[in-house]
T-cell receptor, first 111, second 115 residues
Framework: EAQVTQNPRYLITVTGKKLTVTCSQN?????MSWYRQDPGLGLRQIYY???????DKGDVPEGYKVSRKEKRNFPLILESPSPNQTSLYFC??????????FGEGSRLTVL | GNSVTQMEGPVTLSEEAFLTINCTYT??????LFWYVQYPGEGLQLLLK?????DKGSNKGFEATYRKETTSFHLEKGSVQVSDSAVYFC??????????????FGQGTTLQVKP
């Protein structure tokens, strides 16, 4: 089954404790992206990757890092999480930028 | 810059009612337009798309027409069902203008359909 898999789905952590949200896709997509969803703001792009070893900032990259060492994986790293990063995070992928397949989301709470 | 504006929700309808969710956009160039749907507890799924002016996207009884003259992409369905209750997002792709492949989303419109 074609899918984008994110882990963890739910996480409660404390300020400053580094965490990684993993994302893996099994569709051989070149393009991958991370979004955060906040009430009243819709979805905003954090980072994206056009291909392996090629990543770039989206609209709200502050406080986040990504890497793309393999085509299928695109982890999101929060080096020192803060409460304003409490959000619902989505990983997405596609063959062509624009028509995205989304994961089920990771709900992160930073205390 | 590019942006998408959707009608505010929530929208509450009775089963079999007609649905319209308005979406207008601001963009340079010729973006592709999309509607995504998010069911409770799930990620977004592509519902339909249109890639050029006057294109009509359709899927599962939903339709939307790319109107360049009014910069709109309104979502319609003739007869909604309880199972259509979800959040609907209008989006545009900025591939033509900035080549980031970013989807720019509206705020989302919550639809609740009552039996």
């Amino acid at each position: 089954e074609a899918q984008v898999t994110q882990n963890p789905r739910y996480l409660i952590t404390v300020t400053g404790k580094k965490l990684t949200v993993t994302c893996s896709q099994n569709m051989n997509h070149e393009y991958m992206s991370w979004y955060r969803q906040d009430p009243g703001l819709g979805l905003r792009q954090i980072y994206y990757s056009m291909n392996v070893e090629v990543t770039d900032k989206g609209d709200v990259p502050e406080g986040y890092k990504v890497s793309r060492k393999e085509k299928r994986n695109f982890p999101l790293i929060l080096e020192s999480p803060s409460p304003n990063q409490t959000s619902l995070y989505f990983c997405a992928s596609s063959f062509f930028p624009g028509e995205l397949f989304f994961g089920e989301g990771s709900r992160l709470t930073v205390l | 810059g590019n942006s998408v504006t959707q009608m505010e929700g929530p929208v509450t309808l009775s089963e079999e009612a007609f649905l319209t969710i308005n979406c207008t956009y601001t963009a340079t160039g010729y973006p592709s337009l999309f509607w995504y749907v998010q069911y409770p507890g799930e990620g977004l799924q592509l519902l339909l798309k249109a890639t050029k002016a006057d294109d009509k996207g359709s899927n599962k009884g939903f339709e939307a027409t790319y109107r360049k003259e009014t910069t709109s992409f309104h979502l319609e369905k003739g007869s909604v069902q309880v199972s259509d209750s979800a959040v609907y997002f209008c989006a545009l792709s900025d591939l033509g203008s900035s080549n980031t492949g970013k989807l720019i989303f509206g705020q989302g419109t919550t639809l609740q359909v009552k039996p």
